[in-house]
Nanobody, 128 residues
């Protein structure tokens, strides 16, 4: 079992920046294949934001955040960060990190069902 904890959310003005982090609360005894960020705004479905495969594959971004958000992480610690720049009011949401344990199945890494463990979420609010 992996418990993920997000931190770094908060309130920021439009055009500003924020960095959210995610780390396991204890030691992980599984091999993590990838970690990702999703978000959910009030009244909307959870949507993909970004993902980073630990296998050395390319990072993946939703079109809505490309060029503004950057995902990075530390493989050995199963820790992932999301640097968010040029924030817009429509980025307001609860941001969730997720981890996928390794199995020999090809993945797109952009679908929520592909992930096995989730954090509780951190609120990001962008004021206009």
């Amino acid at each position: 079992q992996v418990q993920l904890v997000e931190s770094g959310g908060g309130l920021v003005q439009a055009g500003g920046s924020l960095r959210v982090s995610c780390a396991p609360s204890g030691r992980t005894f599984i091999v993590v294949d990838a970690m990702g960020w999703f978000r959910q705004a009030p009244g909307k479905e959870r949507e993909f934001v970004a993902a980073i495969p630990w296998s050395g594959g390319n990072t993946i971004y939703a079109d809505s955040v490309k060029g503004r958000f950057t995902i990075s992480g530390e493989n050995a610690k199963n820790t992932v960060y999301l640097q968010m720049n040029s924030l817009k009011p429509e980025d307001t949401a609860v941001y969730y990190c997720a981890a996928r344990y390794y199995r020999n199945i090809r993945a797109r890494y952009s679908q929520a069902y592909e992930y096995d463990y989730w954090g509780q979420g951190t609120q990001v609010t962008v004021s206009s």
